[in-house]
């Protein structure tokens, strides 16, 4: 069954640094998406990817965020300059086209900001 | 804006049904999903409901649509130790392919032998 994967599945990183999280969508998806959840709260949607351009951003993706599909497979979320509060689980998706397009998520990636 | 709420706990005895429920405030939501998550795991889909219809059977799930209310429900019929997990309510605004989902906070379920 194809699935979504993301790496690594736990980061610590010191505050001020950069992260790169990566993801591998399921293949023929065209539609790709990250999610954050701190811990003890609401999954919440961050941006939205379709045809190489953010089709959705929320208010979270501020300019220390940034995403990229910079070849023909993986989807990669950056924060510039991590805080604290930047700590939690960040889950990648990926949809199809169509009228129903449910979205498969990964596994997760924790990021520990210290 | 849209919300979904949900339970934080629930807890359920082996064999018994299992009712979660969700309530949300977005009136134009179209989809509604049940997402599943087991320790150290993603968000796996169980099962969704078109806004359109009151209820979907699917092997032990019945989700339940009260659209007038804006309640969602899933229950699990004869539930086992390895439903134990958390349960997430989410809703989708419009049919276009790449609509966000909004999420619940979980329900957490334990099932006691």
């Known amino acids: 069954e194809p699935e979504v994967t993301q790496t690594p599945s736990h980061q610590v990183t010191q505050m001020g640094q950069e992260v790169i999280l990566r993801c591998v969508p399921i293949?023929?998806?065209?539609?790709f998406y990250w999610y954050r959840q701190i811990l003890g709260q609401k999954v919440e949607f961050l941006v939205s990817?379709?045809?190489?351009?953010?089709?959705?951003k929320s208010e979270i993706f501020d300019d220390q965020f940034s995403v990229e599909r910079p070849d023909g497979s993986n989807f990669t979320l950056k924060i510039r300059s991590t805080k604290l509060e930047d700590s939690a689980m960040y889950f990648c998706?990926?949809?199809?086209?169509?009228?129903?397009?449910?979205?498969?998520f990964g596994q997760g990636t924790r990021l520990t900001v210290v | 804006g849209e919300d979904v709420e949900q339970s934080l706990f629930l807890s359920v005895r082996e064999g018994d049904s299992s009712v979660i429920n969700c309530t949300y405030t977005?009136?134009?939501?179209?989809?509604l999903y049940w997402y599943k998550q087991e320790p150290g795991a993603g968000l796996q889909l169980l099962t969704y409901?078109?806004?359109?219809?009151d209820m979907k059977q699917d092997q032990r799930l019945t989700v339940l649509l009260n659209k007038k209310d804006k309640h969602l429900s899933l229950r699990i019929a004869d539930t086992q130790t390895g439903d134990s997990a958390i349960y997430f309510c989410?809703?989708?605004?419009?049919?276009?392919?790449?609509?966000?989902?909004?999420f619940g906070g979980g329900t957490r379920v334990l099932v006691k032998p």
């Open positions: 998706a990926s949809s199809g086209e169509g009228l129903f397009t449910e979205a498969f």
């Open positions: 293949s023929n998806h065209l539609y």
């Open positions: 990817f379709y045809n190489n351009e953010i089709s959705e």
């Open positions: 977005d009136s134009s939501s179209t989809y």
């Open positions: 409901i078109f806004s359109n219809m």
């Open positions: 989410a809703e989708r605004t419009g049919i276009a392919a790449g609509n966000k989902l909004t």
